[in-house]
């Protein structure tokens, strides 16, 4: 925001009825001081100070990173990574798409000429250099969010003061009449609507959790709620006899005793979240899995005259749906999305729900009063709630019979570590002169991490050390540590669970490191790294995983120790690998490189690519980083990935790219060309069924020109968003490009005209035009 001007558009942002008053304009005595710093009179901003203050954060990290860069100079190493976080930065201008594009020889793992190997202490400062740069996007969008925040709030206190005094008049002439006139409420939901927008845009930071007595500390029970106390409004199912006696129960138990025994376990678990609380279909799926109550296998099923394979995820749907159709659960409609996600459970259900768990013993988080705590119920399942780590039973030898414990689950604790502790003590044996290694066989599900897909809840590990306990439980099934704070690598003993299925790590934000042994897990199915910023490569063993089949976030980066670092081609390797989201933070790693490496995956049926920031190299001979001419390789790089040119070298061109036959969606995120390349022009889609693109500076087209019939493409759903320069008309769009087209997603797409979308920007076709 330009610090001499008034924004454009603020005027025209004040609620209507107010401007015509001639309140804008006028300002109560009194009010100047209270100005947010950098505003005067009638909203004008002030001329910028040219003094500095010295405890801006912006300028002391400037002065660490000069001297970390010094330093870097001094020890001479390979270089320093950058890294953006979303495709969002593209589009605020933070990356740039102007890098140019080389082979896949070079991409994947060409070493800088004379540069030195990478050893395991190589990486301190490029670390440093990467989270200071980080560090200080943050703090400039913090410093800007803070000034637009004050200016906005600062623009409706006069019009506020002005409706009060207007208030205060009309009561006094009539005091009969109601207070707010029509254009009053209307005024003041334009300024809630906006104050809402702006409180929607602070992150959510963690307060400062004061220090708790120790949890093997037996005196007192402690505090580890941040100083405040557990609030739980009364459940409807306090009163037992009333519930039963409402015919709301009586048809949940009547739809309840007509499940199968799989599907009653998976209606019940809906009784640990809150009522009415989004949750989340794949989150759910991961737990049904890790229970044991869904198969990891495909199944057959039979619809009509026809078998069809269902896969673990279409088991879920099937298994909603019929809660939906029996009205038991309702999914959330967004019109951004063509199915549901998520689902949610009324009051009164979700209270029958509870009831039911609770008497068959299942889940047990209600006491008496109500309030939520933390109880083993009687077939062993754990539910964390907000204050568990309080409670006598957080403490390690206060938990009876963990080992019998099967599930332990976080439903809203903060600080789930001590958990780790019920699983890691040796028990004497009988002549009680020896220790005996004992494993815990009955766990199956240790979900510690959020289970929201929104990051309102902070959770923290506050000791990882702890984390070596994870080597006694030897039949964990899922383990999640989703949105966890200050866990920055994952123990070796997380090597140690052979039967583990799914490894959640989504959005733990400070984990760098991936264990090299990740070839234990030879369960492995499921695997999610995705928004783990800090990770900058990926080990080699991880193409070993023979079972893996989903596996999101993997990194592509300039890591150039080929012993020790996976790279994309090596993942062919995978062959049950069918959905793949890819990271792009190497320079020139263009969509021709990624289509080479993944041209052979045989089951590959969804694609996700990122174009994120770009890891920077100090320059080598023969290459000119001022010019960026991309026909431009050295030598030295040419032929070094031995082991990924023997992949390719079956085929009749191996520097030709190609869809994987099996692909039937796509996703591309922040596009760095001005086209689509030949190959993935529109016409050549023959099997992929939904194509998403999600920002792309430079693109302008699907292809260099106008194809001159309607193209063979099969694509039915496309999202379209952030492409400022993508110039093309529905009719084009819809008959030359994607004549089969049902679905479209257009968001800041100013130049795709013409399109029938709705006031969001979406458009379906209509079922009587359907065949």
Same mark, same amino acid.
Not at 255 to 273: G, H, M, N, P
Not at 376 to 391: A, Y
Not at 576 to 601: G, H, P, Q, T
């Given at each position: 925001m330009d610090s001499g001007t008034q924004p454009e558009g603020l005027q025209a942002a004040q609620p209507a009825g107010l401007q015509a008053a001639g309140l804008q304009a006028a300002q109560p005595a009194g009010l100047q001081a209270a100005q947010p710093a950098g505003l005067q009179a009638a909203g004008k901003r002030k001329p910028p100070t040219t003094t500095e203050d010295p405890n801006d954060p912006q300028h002391i990290i400037h002065d660490f990173l000069t001297i970390v860069n010094k330093l870097e100079k001094e020890v001479d190493l390979p270089g320093a990574i950058t890294r953006a976080r979303t495709y969002d930065a593209e589009v605020d201008g933070l990356i740039t798409a102007d890098q140019p594009q080389t082979n896949l020889g070079r991409a994947e793992s060409a070493p800088i000429p004379n540069a030195k190997p990478e050893g395991p202490d190589d990486h301190h400062i490029p670390k440093l250099q990467r989270n200071l740069r980080l560090l200080k996007e943050d703090v400039a969008k913090l410093q800007y969010l803070r000034s637009e925040v004050a200016e906005e709030v600062w623009k409706h206190i006069r019009p506020l003061e002005l409706l009060l005094e207007n208030v205060a008049k009309e009561q006094k002439k009539n005091p009969t009449k109601p207070p707010l006139t029509l254009g009053m409420k209307k005024d003041l939901d334009d300024i809630n609507k906006k104050i809402f927008n702006l409180m929607c845009q602070v992150p959510l930071l963690p307060n400062k959790r004061k220090k708790a007595k120790g949890l093997d500390?037996?005196? $007192?029970?402690?505090?580890?709620?941040?100083?405040?106390?557990?609030?739980?409004?009364?459940?409807?199912?306090?009163?037992?006899?009333?519930?039963? &006696?409402?015919?709301? +129960?009586?048809?949940?138990?009547?739809?309840?005793?007509? =499940?199968?025994?799989?599907?009653?376990?998976?209606?019940?678990? +809906?009784?640990?979240?809150?009522?009415?609380?989004?949750?989340?279909?794949?989150?759910?799926?991961?737990?049904? *899995?890790?229970?044991? #109550?869904?198969? !990891?296998?495909? #199944?057959? &099923?039979?619809? $009509?005259?026809?078998?069809?394979?269902?896969?673990?995820?279409?088991?879920?749907?099937?298994?909603l749906k019929d809660f939906t159709d029996r009205n038991l659960i309702e999914?959330?409609?967004?019109?951004?999305?063509?199915?549901?996600?998520?689902?949610? *459970?009324?009051?009164?259900?979700?209270? &029958?729900?509870? =009831? #039911?768990?609770?008497?068959?013993?299942?889940? @047990?988080?209600?006491?008496?009063?109500?309030?939520?705590? *933390?109880?083993?119920? $009687? *077939?062993?399942?754990?539910? =964390?709630?907000? $204050?568990?780590?309080?409670?006598?039973?957080?403490?390690?030898?206060?938990?009876?019979?963990?080992?019998?414990?099967? !599930?332990?689950?976080?439903?809203?604790?903060?600080?789930? @570590?001590?958990?780790?502790?019920?699983?890691?003590?040796?028990?004497?044996?009988?002549?009680?002169?020896?220790?005996?290694?004992? !494993?815990?066989?009955?766990?199956?599900?240790?979900?510690?991490?959020?289970?929201?897909?929104?990051?309102?809840?902070? #959770?923290?590990v506050e000791n990882p050390e702890l984390m070596k306990n994870l080597k006694r439980m030897i039949k964990l099934k899922l383990l999640s540590f989703q949105g966890i704070s200050r866990i920055e690598r994952l123990d070796d003993a997380v090597c140690k669970l052979r039967d583990l299925i799914i490894l959640d790590l989504r959005a733990c934000y400070n984990l760098e490191k991936l264990p090299d042994k990740i070839d234990s897990l030879k369960a492995l199915i499921y695997l999610d790294i995705t928004d783990c910023y800090m990770i900058d490569r990926m080990p080699k063993r991880l193409s070993w995983l023979d079972n893996l089949e989903v596996l999101k976030g993997f990194v592509v980066s300039d890591a150039t120790d080929e012993e020790t670092v996976?790279?994309?081609?090596?993942?062919?390797?995978?062959?049950? =690998?069918?959905?793949?989201?890819?990271?792009?933070?190497?320079?020139?790693?263009?969509?021709?490189?990624? +289509?080479?490496?993944?041209?052979? +995956?045989?089951?590959?049926?969804?694609l996700k690519v990122a174009w994120g920031g770009i890891n920077t190299h100090p320059q080598g001979k023969g290459v000119d980083s001022e010019k960026g001419d991309e026909n431009v390789k050295p030598k030295e790089n040419i032929g070094i990935l031995e082991r990924a040119a023997t992949m390719f070298r079956k085929e009749k061109d191996p520097t030709a790219p190609e869809l994987p036959k099996t692909l039937k969606k796509l996703d591309l995120q922040c596009f760095p060309g001005e086209h689509l390349p030949e190959w993935l022009e529109p016409d050549n889609l023959l099997n992929v069924e939904k194509l998403y693109i999600k920002g792309g500076i430079k693109l302008t087209g699907f292809g260099k020109s106008l194809p001159s019939q309607n193209s063979k493409c099969k694509v039915t759903v496309l999202r379209l968003k952030f492409l400022p320069k993508l110039k093309v008309e529905w009719r084009d769009l819809s008959k030359r490009y994607f004549p089969e087209l049902k679905f479209l997603e257009k968001y800041q797409c100013p130049q795709v005209s013409l399109c029938p979308c709705d006031g969001i920007g979406i458009w379906r076709k209509p079922e009587e035009d359907e065949v």
């Open positions: 500390d037996d005196d $007192g029970d402690g505090d580890n709620n941040n100083g405040k106390g557990i609030v739980c409004l009364p459940g409807i199912h306090a009163n037992k006899a009333d519930l039963r &006696s409402r015919a709301v +129960f009586r048809y949940v138990l009547r739809e309840f005793e007509e =499940l199968s025994d799989q599907r009653k376990i998976c209606l019940l678990t +809906f009784a640990v979240f809150p009522e009415n609380q989004e949750v989340n279909r794949t989150m759910l799926m991961y737990w049904w *899995m890790g229970e044991g #109550i869904l198969s !990891t296998k495909d #199944i057959s &099923s039979q619809e $009509g005259t026809e078998e069809v394979i269902l896969k673990p995820e279409d088991v879920v749907k099937v298994i999914p959330v409609e967004i019109k951004r999305k063509v199915e549901p996600s998520s689902y949610k *459970m009324a009051p009164f259900v979700h209270a &029958s729900v509870v =009831l #039911i768990s609770k008497e068959i013993g299942l889940f @047990d988080m209600y006491d008496i009063k109500d309030k939520p705590v *933390m109880k083993k119920s $009687g *077939m062993h399942k754990v539910c =964390l709630v907000e $204050g568990s780590s309080s409670q006598q039973e957080a403490k390690a030898k206060k938990m009876e019979d963990v080992d019998h414990i099967e !599930t332990v689950f976080n439903v809203s604790e903060r600080f789930p @570590d001590f958990t780790f502790k019920w699983f890691s003590e040796d028990k004497p044996t009988r002549n009680k002169l020896t220790l005996s290694k004992v !494993t815990y066989q009955k766990l199956k599900v240790f979900y510690l991490g959020r289970w929201e897909r929104t990051a309102k809840r902070h #959770i923290e996976c790279t994309l081609a090596e993942l062919v390797h995978l062959k049950k =690998l069918r959905k793949l989201s890819i990271s792009i933070n190497k320079e020139n790693f263009s969509i021709d490189d990624v +289509f080479v490496a993944v041209k052979s +995956f045989k089951k590959l049926e969804k």
